[in-house]
């Protein structure tokens, strides 16, 4: 259980930070710079949930939210060959597949695509999409972590489908993708 009773503690001033199983790193290590980016991406689906969108659509957005601070968890301890006293939060397959789930569900009300779509249209779709293109960033920074240290590899496939989700969604968002604003190659070359 978290329980914090004051938010400053000064021991970050120096610019290096705990991780969760204690380690002392620099606010700057790629490890910060993963679970920071899923940090900003949870904030960012606050404000799109923030913009309105439907009650079911908002229901999956909460729950992917908490998911979101168990990925960041899970980042934030380092896989160890040696068992912890108390075992690290991992994002799971299950929780994958939960995605999976939510993006067929919402695909089958969807026409395919002829073209590749602008971001935009609705408040809550251009919502979306930001969050789709954030994710997209934040996967690669996990990707750059895994390089050096090993980690969970469901943190990755999870962002991954995390971000189709968003896109799914974000058309559907957009009138069930009626109201998508497709890309019109070199339409303005003249």
């Keep these: ?15 290096a930070t ?7 790193v620099l606010k700057t290590d790629l490890r910060i ?11 960012i689906l606050g404000v799109t949930l ?6 079911n659509m908002s229901t999956i957005l909460f729950r992917i939210q908490n998911d979101l601070f168990d990925l960041g968890a899970d980042l934030c ?7 912890p006293e108390f075992p690290a939060l991992r994002i799971t397959a299950a929780q994958v597949e939960q995605l999976e789930h939510w993006i067929d569900a919402a695909n089958e009300c969807l026409q395919p695509l002829t073209s590749f779509i602008l971001p935009g249209g609705k408040p809550g779709a251009a919502h979306l ?9 934040v996967e690669i920074g996990v990707l750059a972590l895994a390089a050096r240290d090993q980690i969970n590899p469901q943190t990755v496939i999870y962002l991954n489908r995390l971000s189709d ?16 604003i497709l890309w019109v190659p070199g339409a303005n070359r003249g």
Excluded: Q
């Excluded at 259980?1 to 610019?15: A, E, F, S």
């Excluded at 710079?33 to 904030?43: F, I, K, P, R």
């Design 1 to 15: 259980m978290v329980y914090l009773n004051r938010i400053y503690t000064k021991t970050g001033d120096g610019g």
């Design 77 to 83: 301890v380092p896989e160890s060959d040696t068992a």
């Design 165 to 180: 989700l968003l896109f799914v969604l974000a058309r559907v968002a957009n009138d069930e993708g009626r109201g998508d």
């Design 129 to 137: 999409h930001l969050a789709r293109t954030v994710c997209r960033r």
């Design 33 to 43: 710079t993963a679970y920071g980016g899923v940090d900003e991406l949870n904030s």
């Design 50 to 55: 923030a913009a309105g969108l439907p009650e």
């Design 18 to 24: 705990s991780l969760g199983d204690g380690k002392r």
